[in-house]
């Protein structure tokens, strides 16, 4: 069948998203309309992200100093983040080689509220923590000499695990100092 028939199956869909400060903060509406002309609309809530991508686990350090803890070395699938992370191996095994839906985000809530009873981003995920970004810093790119290849570091204290992220400035800008964070992983 193809979209000229008028289907359900092969008809063309148009998407159109708007910006979510466009709206209510922390929504994104989303209009669909097909090729016969119907439209309807969902809506898509997220939280406010700081963070959503797709980590590959490149491997593991031991030498952390808790027991049934490990050290994850990992980095974005479009190789612009690098991170470390203490994760509890007992309770969420790792390995290296797997892929990780990692988020960062300021709260649970779906639609990017605050805490409540609603359905909560911790229902997606396997493995979620909770902590305080104590400092950001500066980092020169190993790779290259240029000055434009500054990098950002931000450090968040889990309760005592620990995470290291490097990225470019332009993606880490909502992070600050002092913001009480969560951090969600899925296994993909």
Do not use: W
């Not at 309807?40 to 700081?50: K, P, Q, R, V």
């Not at 839906?101 to 409540?116: K, P």
């Not at 020169?140 to 309760?159: L, M, P």
Request: proline share 3%; aromatic share 10%.
């Amino acid at each position: 069948m193809d979209a000229s028939q008028g289907s359900g199956i092969g008809e063309i869909f148009k998407f159109v998203m708007y910006h979510p400060s466009s709206r209510v903060p922390g929504s994104c509406p989303l209009s669909v309309a097909c090729s016969s002309g119907k439209v309807s609309a969902l809506a898509f809530t997220m939280g406010n992200f700081f963070f959503d991508e797709i980590i590959d686990v490149i491997k593991f350090d031991n030498q952390v100093v808790y027991d049934k803890v490990s050290r994850m070395i990992g980095e974005s699938e479009d190789k612009d983040f690098y991170l470390e992370l203490d994760v509890h191996t007992e309770l969420y095994p790792m390995h290296p080689g797997d892929k990780y839906r990692m988020v960062i985000s300021d709260t649970l809530r779906m639609d990017g509220a605050a805490e409540g009873e609603e359905k909560s981003l911790a229902d997606k995920f396997e493995y979620v923590m909770h902590g305080l970004l104590y400092k950001m810093s500066e980092a020169k790119d190993k790779h290259t000499e240029s000055s434009n290849d500054i990098k950002i570091v931000v450090y968040i204290s889990f309760g005592g695990l620990q995470l290291m992220l490097k990225g470019e400035l332009m993606k880490m800008k909502k992070f600050s100092v002092d913001q009480r964070l969560f951090l969600l992983l899925r296994k993909i």
